[in-house]
């Protein structure tokens, strides 16, 4: 099946540093990404959703200049969270689809200390 | 607005057992719905969807749009398969999921 790749898979950044983070589709093009955050035993929560080549499309109560999406590619969106706060400790998934499934990378834990 | 429930955040049965994990929605057209799993340590996967109509590892679905229901059914729990189950909705190029029943299958 095709593979969603995320990197890195933990980070450990200090309060105020910016973190990015790569979500890549390995054998297949992903005509649309997801960015997903979770935190502990509890769901996804879907962050924003990117098209390649264009705006990311963010979420209600989630800002857009602190959690800052490219999707430059058909095969690659990264997220770069800024000016982190422990706040923003949490985990990262991705998922990319191509149109009729939609497969998940591993998932970035990020602690902001 | 789409929503997703799901119930139960803990299901604990035994090996051999009838399982069915609850989902419900909330939405106005014809929805997508799938099953999503997530074994120990692993990567979230697709288990199933309602338009294939399909039995994965014995576990089906069906979609009741009078009840607004999702549920997840299987006659025989494995041990295997303990892990943690989403309900999920696709709408608008969007997955909306729910917050995930934990399924522990006793030996």
């Known amino acids: 099946g095709a593979v969603v790749s995320q990197h890195p898979s933990w980070v450990i950044c200090k309060s105020g540093t910016s973190v990015k983070i790569e979500c890549r589709s390995l054998?297949?093009?992903?005509?649309?990404m997801f960015w997903y955050r979770q935190f502990p035993k509890q769901s996804l929560m879907l962050m924003a959703t990117?098209?390649?080549?264009?705006?990311?499309?963010?979420e209600q109560g989630v800002e857009k200049d602190k959690f800052l999406i490219n999707h430059a590619s058909l095969t690659l969106s990264t997220l770069t969270v800024t000016s982190a706060h422990p706040e923003d400790s949490s985990f990262y998934i991705c998922?990319?689809?191509?149109?009729?499934?939609?497969?998940f990378g591993p998932g970035t834990r990020l602690t902001v200390t | 607005a789409q929503r997703v429930t799901q119930p139960e955040k803990l299901l604990s049965v035994f090996k051999g057992a009838p399982v069915e994990l609850k989902c419900n929605y909330s939405?106005?057209?014809?929805?997508?719905l799938f099953w999503y799993v997530q074994y120990s340590r692993q990567r979230l996967q697709l288990l199933l969807r309602?338009?294939s109509r399909e039995s994965i590892k014995g576990f089906t679905a069906d979609l009741n749009k009078g009840e607004t229901s999702f549920h997840l059914k299987k006659p025989f729990a494995q041990e295997e398969d303990s892990a943690m189950y989403y309900c999920a909705l696709y709408n608008f190029n969007k997955f909306y999921f729910g917050s995930g029943t934990k399924l522990n299958v006793k030996p």
């Open positions: 998922s990319g689809t191509d149109s009729y499934e939609q497969y």
């Open positions: 054998d297949f093009q992903a005509t649309t």
């Open positions: 990117s098209n390649e080549g264009s705006k990311a499309t963010y």
């Open positions: 939405y106005s057209g014809s929805p997508e």
């Open positions: 309602h338009i």
